[in-house]
């Protein structure tokens, strides 16, 4: 089983021929509310990739919560360590052009009060064949379930978004870190994705950079280095595209799929996620993604 122990938030969307400039008022094409979050768009993609997957997070005790848990259970995510706080869920201001690019203000709602892992959670935890983490919950949050999962021996898989400092005593719980190539410039201070790599990988022992239309770039502290090439499509919204490739990743990892045969698998369903509109709308079923990769 997969665990994520990560955020749920409501999507707003605003489709837009191009975003607004400080000041400027414009007027969109569409909106749509979306369930989504880092944590919950990782669960989903995992569940739908094939993966037994359960979601450990918080929402509120408005509708955008109710609505969220229902997201999920009916992707076949297991909801019982969602739990329920009083108050507002998370939310996501999203602006998307129609080149597919996206601009994002995160308010974290009931994200904000998760101060680490329950009980519960940590049996969860312990019971897991990798964790996956994301930064939209409280830093002593995320360092708690790593660390939790470091005792128990499961597999770290951390997205460092949005990019922030990363404590030691984070990384030490780390396997697999997977930033986007600004986020890996943001943390390292490198200027190109080798550079990056070679940085990350003194401190986790696994790392892979996205690169969106350029693929990612695999590197691990044994020596292996390898670069998988973007599938060509055309982007309609990439809001997801890197919660879609780190929920499919953490399942090929799972299958025992070796680095390069994961990376295409996982390339395969952010390719056909960035064909759709919307986060946890957009992320392909497992038939999807292995006739994709026939094709």
């Known amino acids: 089983m997969i665990s ?55 929402v509120g005790d408005d509708g955008f919560g109710a609505e969220m848990r229902a997201t999920l259970a009916e992707a076949g995510v297991d909801v019982r360590g969602l739990r329920q706080v009083p108050g507002s869920s998370g939310i996501a201001h999203i602006v998307v052009d129609d080149d597919g690019g996206n601009s994002i203000i995160v308010v974290p709602g009931a994200n904000g009060t998760v101060s ?5 959670d940590l049996a969860v935890i312990a019971g897991s064949r990798a964790l996956l983490l994301q930064l939209e919950l409280p ?29 030691d005593e984070l990384l030490d719980a780390v396997t697999l870190i997977v930033p986007n190539e600004h986020e890996a410039a943001a943390i390292t201070g490198a200027s190109g994705a080798e550079e990056a790599l070679d940085a990350l990988l003194k ?8 690169l969106g239309a350029a693929g990612a770039l695999y590197g ?8 998988v090439a ?13 919660d879609t490739f780190v929920g499919a990743l953490a399942v090929a990892r799972g299958e025992g799929l070796a680095p390069a045969e ?13 064909q759709r ?19």
């Open 220 to 227: 691990s502290r044994s020596g292996e280095r390898l670069r």
């Open 4 to 58: 994520v122990f990560g955020s749920a938030n409501m999507d707003l969307v605003a489709y837009v021929a191009q975003a607004p400039r400080t000041g400027e008022t414009i007027t969109g094409r569409a909106f749509r509310t979306i369930p989504g979050g880092k944590g919950a768009n990782q669960a989903i993609a995992a569940a739908r990739a094939g993966g037994r997957v359960a979601f450990l997070g918080a």
């Open 139 to 167: 830093m002593e949050a995320v360092i708690g379930a790593a660390q939790a999962a470091q005792v128990s021996g499961a597999p770290v898989i951390l997205t460092p978004a949005p990019a922030r400092p990363l404590p």
């Open 116 to 120: 680490g892992p329950s009980g519960d």
């Open 230 to 242: 973007a599938v060509p499509v055309k982007a309609v919204d990439t809001t997801a595209a890197g």
């Open 262 to 274: 994961a990376l295409r698998f996982a390339s395969a369903a952010a390719a056909l996620s960035v």
């Open 203 to 210: 401190r986790v022992p696994e790392a892979v950079i996205t």
């Open 277 to 295: 509109e919307g986060a946890s709308t957009s992320m392909p079923a497992r038939a999807e993604i292995d006739a994709f990769l026939r094709g």
